[in-house]
């Protein structure tokens, strides 16, 4: 847990100082975990899951809970010494990716660190060394990535049609009839091209997709991996919002001119209501992208991925022993 350069456990997110102290206060007050790091770990042939599906086949779950999206949770407890033994020999020193809860991970290490520094000790198995997760093979095909949007505002002087102009350089731009025809737009290029939809005013948008792949490492400055600079969200950040609307990584991080959301609609609306200047609508960030730049040890642009559906905190609890002296 304390090295994630060295550990097996690989990131891909940045994290910010605000949720991780608001989680290290729960964390102090309850030393317990009520949510889960959602991890992936790759196993095509589904050895691990597979046998946890034979364990559970024809049994009724244990629990079940429906969230407030409207989603149904199953939880089938296993106790079986043999399903467990033939899951952890598979996942034994296997690499295994963040997806959602890297505030939740950072969170854990700042809170084992206090513990050996006041002289605390840890009672395996449920104890400050350890931390719940669920892990999730990649081969899942339930396993679904949404795309973030960005809103863009508070920008002084933003001329749309001056953008489109810069934009011209180095990307096709393609106006379109209708939110319709651009989601068509971007399903048609994903995974095929960089292309993202730019949502003006009046109705307006446009498809802009990069002229030249070859460009990308001139494009997307700073010392990355072909993998991260290749990612739409990437491209988009370095090449256009830093670029050519000069808003860099620090007011990203800030939220000073940029929000974020999964809903389209939400994008939309934004832009008609005149709360945002500008809309972008992104296709999602594929697994294999993940894997390949958490595999570089590097992390991703803030809000890169919104895995689905997400894990609900509270169904399963961690309470710690804590030998205090």
């Known amino acids: 847990m304390l090295d994630l350069q060295e550990s097996p456990v690989k990131a891909h997110e940045r994290t910010l100082k605000g949720p991780k102290e608001d989680r ?3 964390l ?13 770990y790759q196993d095509p042939a589904r050895r691990a899951s597979g046998a946890a599906d034979a364990e559970v086949a024809g049994r009724e779950p244990d629990m079940t ?3 407030d999206f409207g989603n149904l949770h199953k939880l089938w407890r296993i106790t079986d010494e ?22 939740r991970f950072e969170t854990a290490v700042t809170f084992m660190r206090e513990c050996f520094s ?5 009672v395996p198995p449920e104890t400050f060394t350890s931390r719940m ?3 999730v093979n990649t081969a899942e095909p339930g396993l679904v990535i949404r795309p973030i949007h960005r809103i863009v505002h508070s920008l002084p002087g933003f001329d749309p049609d001056r953008l489109l102009k810069e934009l011209e350089r180095d990307f096709r731009v393609e106006a379109l009839s209708s939110a319709e025809e651009a989601q068509t737009r971007l399903a048609a290029g994903m995974g095929k091209e960089h292309v993202f939809v730019l949502v003006l005013p009046e109705g307006r948008f446009y498809a802009t997709s990069l002229r030249d792949e070859g460009k990308i490492p001139e494009l997307v400055s700073g010392d990355r991996s072909l993998a991260w600079k290749s990612l739409d969200v990437s491209i988009l950040h370095k090449a256009v919002l830093e670029r050519l609307l000069r808003i860099d990584e620090e007011r990203l991080a800030a939220g000073t001119n940029v929000s974020y959301t999964p809903y389209r609609d939400k994008v939309i609306d934004a832009v008609r209501k005149g709360e945002g200047q500008l809309g972008v609508l992104l296709n999602p960030t594929r697994v294999e992208e993940v894997l ?10 803030q809000k890169s991925t919104d895995f689905y559906p997400k894990l609900l905190t509270g169904l399963v609890a961690m309470k710690m022993e ?3 002296g």
Do not use: C, Q, S, Y
Not at 118 to 122: N, Q
Not at 292 to 301: Q, S
């Open 65 to 67: 809970a429906t969230d």
């Open 28 to 40: 102090r007050a309850t030393e317990a975990n009520f949510g889960h790091v959602f991890m992936l």
């Open 24 to 26: 290290l206060k729960l």
């Open 292 to 301: 390949a730049v958490a595999g570089h040890g590097e992390r991703m642009p």
């Open 118 to 122: 006041r002289g605390w000790k840890p």
């Open 82 to 103: 043999e399903a467990i033994r033939a899951a952890r020999e598979v996942l034994e020193g296997l690499p295994v990716f963040i997806a959602d809860g890297h505030h």
């Open 322 to 324: 804590i030998e205090k």
């Open 133 to 135: 997760v669920t892990l």
